[in-house]
């Protein structure tokens, strides 16, 4: 038996790297023109399937689903890390008088340099079930930190330099 339909919030649960191209149950040939099936979760009990077999070519048609399906949550993902790392690059905006965050020097870079080795180093320390999602949230936020941090220098190496830096 087949499982059903996905929905699209089944879809969002399923890991990206698990989805693949496989022949359809018909298709133990592999021929190009037969059924091919797009797949994704424990290949055992797959949390995604259906085929693509009324095409004129089936594979390329299911090769093409599974790009663009990772294409489009690559860019939901990098567009929901990058919307966080500018509402930090605003919180991170207003400073004293005289004190300016955004420039970079030397010390600066080697700050942040030690802040993302410890940051490393925490992400591969275990961590029991409990504290795994607390664990993921602080490294996320502090990279997030960095990460604004450094989109401000290079928005003032930009407006100091120009677009290409020279």
Not at 135 to 146: A, C, G, K, M, S
């Amino acid at each position: 038996m087949q499982p059903p339909i996905p929905t699209p919030d089944q879809i969002g649960t399923v890991d990206l790297a698990s989805w693949a191209v496989v022949p359809g149950p018909s298709n133990q040939d592999k021929d190009e023109h037969g059924a091919w099936a797009v797949t994704a979760g424990d290949e055992e009990q797959y949390a995604l399937y259906f085929e693509v077999a009324d095409a004129a070519h089936p594979r390329q048609v299911a090769e093409f689903i599974v790009e663009a399906v990772r294409a489009h949550a690559t860019r939901l993902r990098l567009s929901a890390a990058f919307d966080d790392i500018l509402r930090e690059r605003e919180r991170l905006r207003p400073r004293p008088a005289g004190a300016d965050l955004y420039e970079l020097d030397r010390s600066r870079v080697v700050a942040m340099m030690a802040q993302l080795g410890k940051l490393a180093a925490e992400a591969y320390e275990p961590a029991s079930a409990s504290e795994q999602d607390a664990q993921t949230q602080r490294i996320y936020d502090e990279v997030t930190h960095l990460a604004a941090l450094a989109v401000s220098w290079l928005e003032a190496i930009h407006a100091r330099y120009g677009a290409d830096g020279a």
